[in-house]
C-alpha cells in the first residue's frame, strides 16, 4: 500500500513562477488536506476537501488554489510564487469511524522560492 | 471558529520519566477529535492517538494515552516510561464537525536526556 504519495520531493521556483504539488492517496480516502510547515513551527491549514469535487479554505489560503477533480488526487496550486512560500507542505488524507479517527500524512515536499 | 495552544515551546525529561505534554482546545461543535502527532527529525508525522468529544474512557494506545477532560478543554498526552526515541516535535490536532477542517498546535520539543 502506497499511503499517500507527494510529487515533486523537493523544488526550487523563481518569485512569479507557477507549479502544481501533486497529492494521491490510494486508501478511498473522502477528507484531503494541504498544510505547510515553516521551520520551528507547526502546521498550518492552506486548504481541504471533504469530497470529489468539493474544496475549502483553511488558516492560511492566501496565493494558493486548490483542485479534487478526483477522488483519490488532491492539487496545490501555485499561481505566482514568492519568497514567503518556502516552506515544507504536507498532503495528509483521513478515514473517519464511529470509533476512530487517523490522518494520514505524505512524506512531504521541500519547496524553495528564491 | 477552532482554536488548539500547545503552551510548552520545549521539555527535557530524563529517561523512564514520565511526561505530560499540555494541549487546550476551544470549538463550539458539538462533537469534535483530538489527535496528537509525533514529528521525529526525520521529518516524517507519526499518529499516536485519537479521542472523539464523545468518548467515556481516555484513549489509550500502548505508553501513550491521552487525559481528556472535556470541562476544561484540555488534551494532555501522556507518556509514560520515556524512551530517548521519545525524543521528538509533539503536536495536538483539533476536527470540529461543523467544518471538517483539522488544525495544529504550535507543537512541543520534547528531549529525553539519558
Known amino acids: 500500500n502506497a499511503g499517500v504519495t507527494q510529487t515533486p520531493k523537493f523544488r526550487v521556483l523563481k518569485t512569479g513562477q507557477s507549479m502544481t504539488l501533486l497529492c494521491a492517496q490510494d486508501?478511498?480516502?473522502?477528507?484531503m488536506y494541504w498544510y505547510r510547515q515553516d521551520p520551528g513551527m507547526g502546521l498550518r491549514l492552506i486548504h481541504y476537501?471533504?469530497?470529489?469535487?468539493?474544496?475549502a479554505k483553511g488558516e492560511v489560503p492566501d496565493g494558493y488554489n486548490v483542485s479534487r477533480l478526483k477522488k483519490q488526487n488532491f492539487l496545490l496550486g501555485l499561481e505566482s510564487a514568492a519568497p514567503s512560500q518556502t516552506s515544507v507542505y504536507f498532503c495528509a488524507s483521513s478515514v473517519r469511524t464511529t470509533e476512530n479517527e487517523k490522518l494520514f500524512f505524505g512524506s512531504g515536499t521541500q519547496l524553495s522560492v528564491l | 471558529a477552532q482554536k488548539i495552544t500547545q503552551t510548552q515551546p520545549g521539555m527535557f525529561v530524563q529517561e523512564k520519566e514520565a511526561v505530560t505534554l499540555d494541549c487546550t482546545y476551544d470549538?463550539?461543535?458539538?462533537?469534535?477529535?483530538l489527535f496528537w502527532y509525533k514529528q521525529p527529525s526525520s521529518g516524517e508525522m507519526i499518529f499516536l492517538i485519537y479521542q472523539g468529544s464523545y468518548d467515556q474512557q481516555n484513549a489509550t494506545e500502548g505508553r501513550y494515552s491521552l487525559n481528556f477532560q472535556k470541562a476544561r478543554k484540555s488534551a494532555n498526552l501522556v507518556i509514560s516510561a520515556s524512551q530517548l526515541g521519545d525524543s521528538a516535535m509533539y503536536f495536538c490536532a483539533l476536527r470540529g464537525s461543523s467544518a471538517s477542517k483539522i488544525i495544529f498546535g504550535s507543537g512541543t520539543r520534547l528531549s529525553i536526556r539519558p
Open positions: 470549538t463550539s461543535d458539538p462533537s469534535y477529535g
Open positions: 476537501s471533504v469530497g470529489e469535487g468539493t474544496t
Open positions: 486508501m478511498n480516502h473522502e477528507y
